[in-house]
């Protein structure tokens, strides 16, 4: 990695502003974000992409960072923390995700009960909205971006059988529940999430005072930016709304790593379009993405397969990220009016026999329905079977406003019965009753799997029916085929190995069926100051770890195919660490000595 040059902050900011002193003199809003990246580029340049650490490890100015990516330096220290985080030639942060493991890629998810549309790409979750997601799964063509340099970028279509020609019914049928899963996450939001190609406009933010913009998401079967990259999507970070940033579209998702199951394409979606309006990742100390537990997950973290996936604040165990995603996203896409008064005063009317809709869009929404009833009736309340964020809990009130009920089921593990609220009952005379809806919790968030009402949010429909049932009346959805639950290290685990994770262009290593270690040596750590080293290894490697002889100050995690070592130093020591890999091809050992100076 070469750094071509690194100016002081004052000097960058003096240029910067220049640009803009100059831009402004007639040139519209692209022009001028143009012209800033393009000083920032001949000034403060890369020679090539680079992992944000390795940046400012190398010398590249925090500030240059700060100014072009509106990062303060808390936030870059952070992700320099997760290797995931990458550098362009221009200084502009972007993220490669890593891949799910093989046994996570699903091949198919069950095709949707009620059926797939005639036209899976005609799909529109808020067509009124003037922001848009636009997810592209019948192939694209991209040119004069950032990505790849500027080079023409063609990519195949979204496939399951390897045939670009044609979508077949489980191709369709993928993509509709790929839709739903990502229109589901930002239901709370005023964002349409839509597959049919919109206007150029529409995706282009020309100024500041623009209403009108986007972003595209590019669904393809293999890497089309770089070559050497076994990951699953690529974004940069914190695009989503700027002016004139078409030069940062689209984001991309790769199914040769996420697998073509529709239900992870969408969570693979909604986690890369997350990075655009400006999140990071959901992890712990040992892991860049927590895959939660008991079938509940954090969408920016690793939410593959699990049944309840959610926007989070970092209120589970051992977080590494306590930033508010409903608040940043929401300073793009504006959370949605509410749909429903809060309380007996100007509650919707519902009538036996009748579905309504509604969408919880924040933790404190209340959402009231007045109806009339006697005799055996069925109240139901239920999110999207089986990819729905919100779980509800349901309320009645009789005529004076006393509790006649409160439903809000509970189970060890995220389902649709858990997430959903059923009231059958014989009433003894017709009368008038409230039913108020809301998004609530399961248990202590700071207890593995359970989760707070903070990211219990999105689309429900109430259904008031005569008669009585003992289960919730049918939705029309599917959860995914396979329930399988992600595995990711946990504080003092073993730390599972996938495949090479490597920058585009970057030679990634491959396995190989023996297992064995490539760095000999560690490099020596200074006090107090930055640190970071890799141990690499190759072979048919399933765990990885060192032991716990590590200088007081440094910490190590599993990517890809090497164990990193990093923090800070605290005192001068010389420690000997044992590094242990195993797997298919047997298990090996090997000590390193670590000296502090």
């Known amino acids: 990695m070469t750094i071509r040059s690194s100016p002081a902050g004052l000097v960058v900011r003096a240029l910067v ?20 990246d393009d000083v920032l580029c001949a000034v403060t340049s890369l020679a090539e992409p680079v992992r944000l650490g390795d940046a400012l490890q190398s010398g590249l100015s925090m500030s240059v960072l700060r100014t072009h990516n509106a990062l303060s330096t808390d936030e870059l220290q952070h992700l320099a923390e997760d290797d995931t985080t990458w550098v362009d030639p221009c200084a502009r942060v972007f993220v490669v995700d890593e891949a799910a493991p093989p046994a996570q890629q699903d091949a198919v998810a069950v ?8 036209d899976v790409f005609d799909l529109s979750s808020r067509p009124g909205s003037t922001r848009t997601i636009y997810l592209d799964f019948d192939g ?16 195949a279509p979204f496939s399951v059988d390897d045939d670009p020609s044609t979508f077949s019914d489980v191709e369709r049928a993928q993509i509709y529940l790929a839709w739903q899963t990502v229109a589901e996450d930002y239901a709370p939001f005023d964002v ?11 995706l282009t933010r020309s100024s500041a005072s623009d209403p009108t913009f986007g972003m595209p998401v590019v669904i ?4 089309s930016v770089g070559s050497g990259c076994g990951c699953g999507g690529m974004a940069y970070v914190g695009v989503m709304g700027n002016a004139g940033a078409n030069d940062y579209q689209p984001a991309w998702i790769f199914t040769s790593g996420s697998g073509t199951n529709g239900y992870n394409v969408g969570q693979v979606i909604s986690h890369e379009v997350g990075h655009t309006f400006g999140l990071h990742h959901d992890g712990t100390s040992q892991t860049s993405y927590y895959s939660g537990a008991k079938d509940w997950a954090p969408i920016m973290g690793s939410s593959y397969n699990r049944r309840a996936s959610q926007w989070s604040r970092g209120d589970y165990p051992d977080a590494s990220n306590t930033e508010d995603d409903v608040a940043i996203i929401s300073q793009v896409a504006p959370a949605l009016a509410d749909d429903h008064a809060n309380g007996a005063v100007g509650a919707t009317k519902i009538a036996v026999g009748t579905t309504t ?20 009736i069925t109240l139901a309340v239920a999110g999207p079977a089986g990819y729905s964020n919100l779980d509800v809990r349901l309320t009645v009130l009789d005529a004076l406003g006393r509790t006649v009920a409160t439903l809000d089921p509970t189970a060890d593990s995220a389902s649709d019965a858990s997430m959903s609220a059923l009231w059958s009952v014989e009433l003894p005379a017709s009368a008038t009753y409230t039913a108020l809806v809301e998004g609530v919790g399961n248990g202590d968030p700071a207890e593995a799997g359970r989760y707070s009402d903070y990211g219990s949010l999105g689309s429900y429909t109430v259904s008031l029916s005569a008669g009585l049932t003992a289960t919730p009346p049918p939705v029309t959805s599917t959860p995914p085929a396979s329930t399988t639950p992600p595995t990711a290290p946990t504080v003092g685990s073993t730390a599972p190995v996938g495949t090479a994770k490597d920058m585009p262009g970057t030679g990634g290593t491959r396995a190989t069926p023996s297992i064995e270690f490539v760095t000999r040596t560690l490099p020596a750590a200074r006090v107090g100051r930055t640190y970071r080293a890799e141990i690499r290894f190759t072979g048919a490697v399933s765990e990885a770890r060192l032991d716990w002889r590590l200088p007081q100050g440094l910490r190590w995690r599993v990517v890809g195919e090497r164990i990193v070592i990093r923090g800070r130093a605290t005192t001068r020591t010389t420690s000997k660490v044992t590094a242990e890999l195993s797997g298919a091809g047997g298990s090996t050992r090997m000590k390193f000595r670590l000296v502090v100076r």
Do not use: H, K
Not at 220 to 223: E, I, R, V
Not at 357 to 376: E, K, M, Q
């Open 17 to 36: 502003a220049a640009a803009l002193t100059l831009a402004g003199l007639g040139a519209a809003a692209p022009a001028r974000a143009g012209l800033v």
């Open 220 to 223: 393809t079967p293999t890497n």
């Open 111 to 118: 095709a949707p009960a009620a059926g797939v549309p005639a």
């Open 140 to 155: 694209a063509t991209y040119a004069g971006t950032r990505w790849r340099n500027g080079e023409q970028i063609v990519s």
């Open 357 to 376: 809709a509604g969408v919880i869009g924040t933790r404190t929404d209340v959402d009231a329905f007045t109806f009339t009833a006697g005799g055996p």
């Open 192 to 202: 349409n999430v839509t597959t049919r190609q919109p206007a150029a406009s529409a």
